[in-house]
């Protein structure tokens, strides 16, 4: 089954394909949930992974939002539980005393906020993914992204296990147009 996800590779949505027990014979990346939706509307995938909800920060409201208004377009085929473990990295970093700016998925950053308490004047910038995240942290000086702990991809590691509280659990659906 062709299966969209929010990518690029590296993300936890692909991370989150290798627990389907559902076949997927290919894997497409999108760069946003709303591609990932016109894709399966099109028919050019056959199935989309999308988050639902995390343990810690809720709900992921983009993704809820775009559901909803699919609700009698679409079929959950499956559900899957991942647990979450992001790690801090940096390209141009060498320390976390560096760190400017962090780049992430505003979801992965409200299940990590307490780590940065007593940082003052860190920045936040939100990132589609965790991959878009460590993609543009490559390009800021004293930038730092939040990724999961497998996605080093010749970063710095500045922190592992960031995340405020453990485990941190997000929950996957496996959708097809009904």
Partial sequence: MRTGYLGPPGTFSEKALALLKHPVTQKVWYRSFQDIVKALLKGDIESALFPLENSISGKVVEVDDLLTTLKNKLILLEEVFLPITPG???????????????????ELWEQCREYFQGKPGLKF????????????????????????LEYRQKARVLGLLVNDHRPSITRFGLFKIM
Avoid at 92 to 101: D, G, H, P, W
Avoid at 127 to 144: D, E, H, N, P, V
């Fill in 125 to 148: 910038l939100p990132a589609l993914s965790s991959s878009q995240a460590a993609f543009k942290a490559k390009k800021i000086k004293g930038a730092a992204f939040i990724a999961d």
């Fill in 88 to 106: 801090l990295f940096s390209y141009t970093a060498r320390n976390l005393e560096e760190v400017k700016v962090v780049l992430s998925r505003p």
